[in-house]
């Protein structure tokens, strides 16, 4: 090996370097849709688990005082919630550093966009049924609220008033009427 040269070209131009070393670091980036109200709640949140810092530590604190802590159920019970909580107020801080807040009371139209309320008549049962189509973080069902990347959203975006709609959920296909397209 000793006595060998080696040379080493250097290119006059070099390669695109990617600052993302895969898809989902690129993708995770991208900003996350959504109405004031839920940013509001996700900064509400974010304000929660921070005033939880102090009652943690001091869980640490008062369960390190009780000897060894290889063995400690305390201690360990108390770090796990220490971890669970900073890892919720990085996702939350990172959801809210992306967000792309949509005044929703700015919107209109007949066409199904982010932000609209629709109301649904099933075409099977003539169940009526009211979504508001939301980003992912402030999605719940229970309210009313279904993400825009729900299978029923995306089958709704760009529909109008009067159209029918099949969506392929976990119980089989569904069909519905849009009866309303709303801007609250």
Sequence with gaps: MFG???AVAEPD???AISLFSSKEELEAMEKIPMTAAGY???EKELKHCQSERPR???QISDARTHGDLSENAEYHAAKESQSLNEGRI???EDKLARAEVIDVSKLSGETIKFGATVTLIDEDTDKKQVWQIVGEPEADAKSGRISITSPLARALIGKTKGVSVEVVTPS???AYEVKKVEWR
């Design 172 to 174: 089989g296909a569904k």
């Design 56 to 58: 943690i530590i001091q």
């Design 40 to 42: 509001t709640m996700l």
């Design 4 to 6: 060998k040269e080696f």
């Design 90 to 92: 990085a996702e939350l």
């Design 13 to 15: 131009h070099r390669p």
